[in-house]
């Protein structure tokens, strides 16, 4: 069963945290586009993408995550990604996209990085 997909963005001290509530699918593009917006209003050096535990993501949602990524690449903005699935994981990792964000268990690590 699919679940609408709600974004939240909460500012931190040098990072921003864009919360995905429900499934990452095409229909939240543009709801991610304008967290992503948001987010980045507070220059950030690091933004903390954070999936809840019952998240659902699919080839789209892969794309939109990768989208966030590269424009951050751009601003000089690190990525981290937490609430990722095993299965998410390991997606993530065959399509390259660890290469470029590092996964963690907690967004306490995100401060020991």
């Known amino acids: 069963m699919r679940r609408e997909c709600k974004i939240k ?12 509530l429900g499934d990452l699918t095409a229909s939240a593009e543009k709801a991610m586009d304008v967290a992503y917006q948001k987010a980045c209003a507070y220059k950030p050096s690091k933004i903390v993408l954070k999936f809840d535990d019952k998240s659902r993501i699919n080839s789209a949602g892969i794309l939109i995550v990768s989208k966030l990524v590269i424009k951050s ?10 609430g990722v699935s095993k299965h998410y994981r390991k997606i993530f990792e065959l399509v390259g996209l660890t290469r470029y964000t590092t996964i963690v268990e907690s967004e306490d690590e995100v401060g020991k990085l």
């Open 9 to 20: 963005v909460h500012e931190g001290t040098d990072s921003a945290r864009i919360e995905v």
């Open 73 to 82: 690449r751009k601003r000089e903005c690190e990525v981290f990604l937490t």
